[in-house]
């Protein structure tokens, strides 16, 4: 028998003696939360209280399969599926948990609007969220189609819902029967952003499948095509299988200044802890990209539970469907819980670095996902409409949730808020409104991500030795890899450690939620930077000096601008904190200037200007390529000035006969047969000169 082999069952054995211990120690169960042996309270989230006939039992399922190969991705998506009550590994839930029921049992449209108190009716046909996945779903026009009946939407038209490729282009689209495997996700993003923001224009992007090449292009397709937006609900672990980091070009897709680009935490756990439930694998031990990426807005996974059916009012917590010490996974597979962590590759951005709280999570200085965290928990879920399924698959209304839910509403909740507002990374909006505006947000305290599940690692501790028959007090002793970031990483025994924010929700910032969830409307992605424009010069001319000028004026009361820098895009920029720069270019081409302004709360936004310098003009010619000598033929130029103030100034004809002609529309009589050279001369007001030649053939 394999080393494996014997590792696994020795596992198994564990596991199982976890769970008879869980009887005995306490477990969470309808009714109650049950005390620990030490007899000290746990923290988690209170079980469900309601009469049997309101409580029903699910599992949940993935939606995608998981990462096998390098350079691949999956989606974060799980469907809640009802079974019978004693079902392994099954949990409960509230059958009657929405406020308004969606047609699967799931919360609804109208639910979210509730919860978290945004206007989804508001005007913003200015904001486009773009959504990137991958293959074909065939039907995601036609059930978005009865997703908007359904709630009395308007009709979907040619510019409110566009599906491109990768490369920007309606047809040809990837491949149709793949996308039966992908298009409950597809399904999920769509429904969701509509569901948000009613009038938001939606640009789906389909990717050639889940790999890093296609998802880098599929990324900036969207970025070209004017997505104000971006919506992405998937990952891979931090450090590739076969790879010690994520490619550059990978990393780089999602570094695109001055758009809300959201990226799900994932659906198994602080450090992808929870595949340990399927019996195959360790801990991955890292968390999961793009979320950590520094340049995108983390969103974790939360659960809502309605306590007020007429307002909405409801209990948050972390979402972990495994509960506390894993007592819903055991052997029977991953149930599903919020990704995160600390980056081991990337550092914390100043903003997320400054954050009070940040210190306790002991990333010592990466970048620590999420930033924000939405609702994620299948048991309630989100009610979505999929006609495009393959086997094994539920054709039309189904609950689904996981952290690919809470993506979408949170990139649809920045295109309500009217977009990013120039803030260089929006992410950072987030954590200054979390300062100024805290009724703009709910503090999530109860709860936890990781194995003990925001129990006391004093319970959890207990809970692990009495399972394990005395090996141990700590879960990361249990030859499964990292599961709990509260005990230590090596696996030495500890019985009661300080809970670490870094998978436990505490009060104020922590990894598994961020600073919270929203309340009361979008103001806590609203813009918090300076606000920032950039003017070129009236004329561009090339090897002339010429002013650029900036405004910046900081958005926050009492803070000053810090810096400002212009970058030409030619390779060259000035830094300090005047407000016009003058600038040379020495080479024909089409640039883009930007404008980045900090003020003194680290607060970052953009502005860019295209400017065009030193362009050839296009010029069309319009006549007959052969004439007859002696008959009068009529010629006409259209040209188009591509420089920054260019304007026409000549158009001089010369016909290749000795004569020549001005102006736009000519006309021009050759005296005798035979091959002409017809140039076209065009000079614009920055002094570019513009030649064109045709071959004319003159018949007697």
């Known amino acids: 028998m394999s080393a494996h082999a014997h590792r696994s069952l020795a596992r198994r054995a564990r596991l199982v003696a976890a769970a008879s211990a869980a009887l005995l120690i306490g477990t969470m169960v309808a009714g109650g939360t049950a005390l620990a042996s030490s007899g000290s309270q746990s923290r988690v989230q209170p ?10 039992y699910a599992v949940n399922k993935p939606l995608c399969p998981p990462v096998t190969k390098p350079h691949t991705v999956t989606c974060f998506a799980m469907r809640r599926v009802t079974v019978k ?19 699967s049992g799931g919360y609804t449209p109208a639910d979210l609007a509730l919860f978290y108190g945004f206007n989804p009716s508001a005007d913003r046909t200015n904001q486009t969220v773009g959504i990137v996945d991958w293959y074909n779903d065939a039907h995601v026009k036609s059930d ?8 009395g939407f308007k009709k979907e038209t040619a510019s409110s819902f566009r599906v491109v490729n990768e490369h920007g282009k309606a047809s040809p689209l990837p491949s149709s029967s793949l996308g039966r495997s992908s298009s409950d996700e597809i399904s999920l993003d769509v429904d969701t952003v509509r569901s948000v923001c009613h009038d938001c224009r939606i640009l789906l992007v389909e990717a050639s499948g889940p790999t890093d090449a296609a998802l880098e292009a599929s990324e900036d397709t969207a970025v070209k095509m004017g997505a104000t937006e971006i919506s992405n609900s998937f990952g891979g672990p931090e450090k590739y299988r076969g790879s010690s980091n994520v490619p550059a070009a990978m990393a780089k897709a999602f570094d695109h200044p001055g758009i809300p680009i959201t990226a799900s935490t994932g659906d198994d756990g602080w450090y992808g802890w929870d595949i340990v439930n399927d019996d195959k694998d360790s801990s991955p031990g890292v968390a999961e990209f793009p979320s950590t990426s520094p340049y995108v807005v983390s969103v974790g996974g939360t659960r809502y539970d309605v306590t007020n059916e007429t307002t909405g009012v409801g209990a948050q917590s972390v979402w972990n469907e495994d509960g506390s010490d894993d007592q819903t996974g055991l052997e029977y597979g991953p149930s599903g819980a919020g990704g995160g962590g600390c980056s081991q590759l990337y550092n914390a951005p100043a903003w997320q670095k400054n954050e009070s709280g940040y210190s306790a999570a002991g990333c010592s200085g990466k970048r620590l996902a999420a930033d924000v965290s939405e609702l994620a928990d299948p048991a309630t879920g989100f009610d979505i409409y999929d006609s495009w399924v393959g086997s094994g698959g539920v ?3 189904q609950t689904v949730g996981g952290t690919s839910l809470a993506a ?11 977009g990013s507002g120039g803030t260089k990374y929006p992410a950072a909006s987030i954590y200054e409104n979390a300062t100024l505006h805290p009724t703009d947000f709910t503090d999530i305290t109860v709860g936890g991500n ?22 141990t007090h700590n879960p990361n002793g249990l030859n499964i890899g990292l599961v709990d970031c509260s005990f230590p990483r090596d696996g030495s025994d500890a019985t009661s450690p300080p809970v670490d924010s870094e998978c436990n929700a505490e009060p104020g910032y922590d990894g598994p939620s961020g600073v919270g969830t929203p309340a009361n409307g979008v103001g806590l992605f609203a813009s918090t930077s300076p606000k920032v424009t950039v ?4 004329v561009l001319k090339l090897h002339h000096a010429a002013t650029f000028t900036a405004t910046a004026t900081p958005r926050v009361s009492g803070k000053t601008i810090t810096s400002i820098t212009f970058d030409f895009g030619d390779g060259h920029s000035k830094t300090g904190t005047a407000t016009s720069a003058t600038h040379t270019y020495a080479e024909a081409g089409s640039y883009t200037v930007t404008v980045t302004a900090t003020d003194s709360a ?4 953009i502005a860019h200007v295209h400017v065009g310098v030193g362009l050839k003009a296009t010029v069309k010619v319009f006549g007959k390529a052969k004439v007859k000598a002696h008959q009068k033929a009529k010629y006409d130029a259209k040209v188009t000035d591509h420089n920054t103030g260019g304007t026409i100034k000549k158009i001089h004809w010369s016909w290749g006969d000795h004569h020549s002609s001005n102006g736009t529309k000519v006309s021009h009589k050759w005296s005798k047969p035979g091959k002409y050279t017809l140039t076209v001369t065009v000079t614009d007001s920055t002094g570019v000169k513009t030649v064109k030649k045709y071959k004319i053939t003159v018949k007697s």
């Open 408 to 418: 979408p509403i949170v990139a649809a909740m920045y295109a309500l808020a009217d």
């Open 144 to 151: 978005l189609a009865t997703f908007d009946k359904h709630y």
């Open 450 to 471: 990781s194995f003990c599940g925001g129990d006391t690692t004093a319970n959890c501790a207990d809970y692990v030795y009495s399972g394990t028959g005395g090996e």
């Open 602 to 605: 680290d607060q970052t936004s």
């Open 85 to 103: 009550k004693g079902t392994p590994g099954a949990y409960p839930y509230l059958k009657n948990a929405a406020v308004s029921f969606g047609p």
């Open 47 to 56: 079980a469900i209280k309601a009469p049997a006939q309101d409580i029903g």
């Open 535 to 538: 003017k070129a010069p009236a």
């Open 395 to 397: 054709n039309g209304w």
